[in-house]
T-cell receptor, first 116, second 115 residues
Framework: AQSVTQLDSHVSVSEGTPVLLRCNYS??????LFWYVQHPNKGLQLLLK??????LVKGINGFEAEFKKSETSFHLTKPSAHMSDAAEYFC??????????????FGKGTKLSVKP | SAVISQKPSRDICQRGTSLTIQCQVD?????MFWYRQQPGQSLTLIAT?????????ESGFVIDKFPISRPNLTFSTLTVSNMSPEDSSIYLC????????????FGSGTRLTVV
């Protein structure tokens, strides 16, 4: 069975400090992994994705994530938080890499707050 | 990546009525997915809609409650039938991106409130 666990339901940082949002996954197959962001009253936006190429994935808005198979982790980081980063972040696993099925499994989300 | 137009963006409905949500994609896609996001919760897959065949529903979701149409490769509808306040959620459609990206694109969502 596939699953994804976001270890923190809420993370609060000060503007200009680093961001770390933690995600662990479980998958029987080589997974595809994604991070999505959802701003209040907005749709989901893809931040970045891992599909078995480089293990360090760079996304939009300065975010990046590192796939660590030995730790089954895919943590999201950003060196310096901006007020506009305040949002809900979802770690997502697609267990069927390269297949035609598209069943995404979402983590419960981490709400990021950024203090001035 | 694909662009999805989803409507309505929000609606307030009376209990016992039905609401049909539409998603239009700017390119042909084999599979479209419908998700529900209950207040303060993550997304849960309702069903997968294939063109030319019946939708495949996830555990806990049934066709009578959430009938889906998929008349062509660019369009799908989800109906929330006989609504109750427990159906108040955000409903989103999604398609898988083309090319080598394997990313998924989501519609902007329909925020449904049932009173």
């Amino acid at each position: 069975a596939q699953s994804v666990t976001q270890l923190d339901s809420h993370v609060s940082v000060s503007e200009g400090t680093p961001v770390l949002l933690r995600c662990n996954y479980s998958s029987s197959y080589s997974p595809s992994l994604f991070w999505y962001v959802q701003h209040p009253n907005k749709g989901l936006q893809l931040l970045l994705k891992y599909t078995s190429a480089a293990t360090l994935v760079k996304g939009i808005n300065g975010f990046e994530a590192e796939f660590k198979k030995s730790e089954t982790s895919f943590h999201l980081t950003k060196p310096s938080a901006h007020m506009s980063d305040a949002a809900e972040y979802f770690c997502v696993v697609s267990p069927l890499y390269g297949g035609s099925q598209g069943n995404l499994i979402f983590g419960k989300g981490t709400k990021l707050s950024v203090k001035p | 990546s694909a662009v999805i137009s989803q409507k309505p963006s929000r609606d307030i409905c009376q209990r016992g009525t039905s609401l049909t949500i539409q998603c239009q994609v700017d390119s042909q896609v084999t599979m479209m997915f419908w998700y529900r996001q209950q207040p303060g919760q993550s997304l849960t897959l309702i069903a997968t809609a294939n063109q030319g065949s019946e939708a495949t529903y996830e555990s806990g979701f049934v066709i009578d409650k959430f009938p889906i149409s998929r008349p062509n490769l660019t369009f799908s509808t989800l109906t929330v039938s006989n609504m109750s306040p427990e159906d108040s959620s955000i409903y989103l459609c999604s398609v898988r991106g083309g090319g080598s990206g394997y990313g998924y694109t989501f519609g902007s969502g329909t925020r449904l409130t049932v009173v």
